[in-house]
C-alpha cells in the first residue's frame, strides 16, 4: 500500500511517500502563490523517485498551514497532530516534541505513541520561528549556516529585548555599531528564539526525552540555546527534521486507508 503526506507550510511545502509505513521518498519546495500546483509537482516527482504513479496512492492526507488550499488530497490533518506522529514514529515513547517551522513554533505533549495529550503554538509572531534567523542572519551578512556556525562560537550572553522581527533587526543593527562581535550577536538571537520556544515547551511541561522538529533543528546554535534554555543536557534531533510533519501525515493516511 502507498501513501503519501504533504506538509503545506506557510514557505515550504514537504511531500512523503510511504510504502507498507516504510519512507521510500521525499521532495521539497516552495510553496510560493500556486500551492496546489506546486504540492502536485512535488507528489509527482517524489512518486517518480520511488517508481510510482499517481494512480499507486492509495490515499494523500495534508498537513501545514496550507492544507486547506491542497485540493485532491482525500484528508487534512492538523499540525500539532502530524508532529506529534511523525516525532513518535521517529523516536517511540519520546513525549515532548517541538516543532519549528518558517513562521510558526509548537510544542507538543504525547503519550508515546502519537496521540496528542496538550498542545501550546505560537503563530502570531515570527520572532520565534525559522523565519526569525532568515532575517537576523541577513541583517549580519551571514549564510544561514554561517549565522548557525557563528553563534557556536560564543560564550557570551547578551539579551535582545526586542519581541518582533522588525525591531530585533533594529536591535542587531545598533549592537554592530556598538562593536559587538557577530559571533555574540548570533548567539544572543538563538537565545532569544530559544527562550520563546521554551515557554511553550514548558506550558505543556518537559517530561522524558526532547524531540525537535522542523527546519530549524537543522541550526545547531538554535538547538544548542534550547537545550539550555530547558536545562536539557541533549535534545533528540532526527536527520531530517523538516520531512516529520509531512511523514506523520503518511502515517495517518495510511491508517486510514487500513482502518
Known amino acids: 500500500m502507498v501513501t503519501a503526506g504533504i506538509d503545506a507550510g506557510n514557505k515550504n511545502i514537504r511531500v512523503v511517500i510511504l510504502r507498507d509505513g516504510e519512507l521510500v521518498a521525499r521532495a521539497a519546495g516552495t510553496g510560493g502563490f500556486e500551492q ?25 492526507t495534508a498537513t501545514g498551514a496550507g492544507r486547506g488550499v491542497v485540493a485532491f488530497a482525500d484528508s487534512r490533518l492538523t499540525d500539532v497532530t502530524a508532529a506529534a506522529r511523525g516525532g513518535n514514529h521517529l523516536f517511540p515513547g519520546a513525549t515532548t516534541i517541538v516543532d519549528v517551522g518558517a513562521e510558526e513554533s ?13 498542545s501550546a503554538v505560537n503563530e502570531k ?29 560564543s ?14 533587526e533594529s536591535e542587531v543593527v545598533s549592537l554592530i555599531h556598538q562593536g559587538v562581535d557577530p559571533k555574540d550577536i548570533a548567539r544572543a538571537v538563538h537565545d532569544a528564539i530559544a527562550s520563546r520556544v521554551a515557554s511553550l515547551v514548558r506550558r505543556v511541561k518537559v517530561e522524558g526525552d526532547v524531540v525537535v522538529l522542523g527546519g530549524l533543528a537543522h541550526n545547531a546554535g538554535f538547538v544548542r540555546c534550547l537545550g539550555e534554555n530547558l536545562e ?14 509531512a511523514l506523520g501525515a503518511a502515517l495517518v493516511a495510511a491508517g486510514r486507508v487500513s482502518g
Open 36 to 60: 496546489c500546483a506546486v504540492a502536485r509537482q512535488l507528489l509527482d516527482r517524489a512518486l517518480a523517485q520511488a517508481g510510482f504513479d499517481r494512480g499507486a496512492v492509495a490515499h494523500v
Open 155 to 168: 560564550t557570551a550572553r547578551i539579551p535582545m529585548n526586542a519581541q518582533c522581527t522588525v525591531f530585533a
Open 106 to 118: 509548537r510544542a507538543v505533549k504525547t503519550d508515546g505513541r502519537g496521540r496528542v495529550l496538550d
Open 232 to 245: 536539557v543536557d541533549a535534545l533528540r534531533v532526527p536527520e531530517h527534521p523538516e520531512y516529520a510533519a
Open 125 to 153: 509572531c515570527a520572532a520565534g520561528s525559522g523565519g526569525f534567523t532568515e532575517s537576523m542572519a541577513r541583517a549580519l551578512g551571514m549564510s544561514l549556516r554561517e549565522f548557525a556556525t557563528r553563534s557556536l562560537e
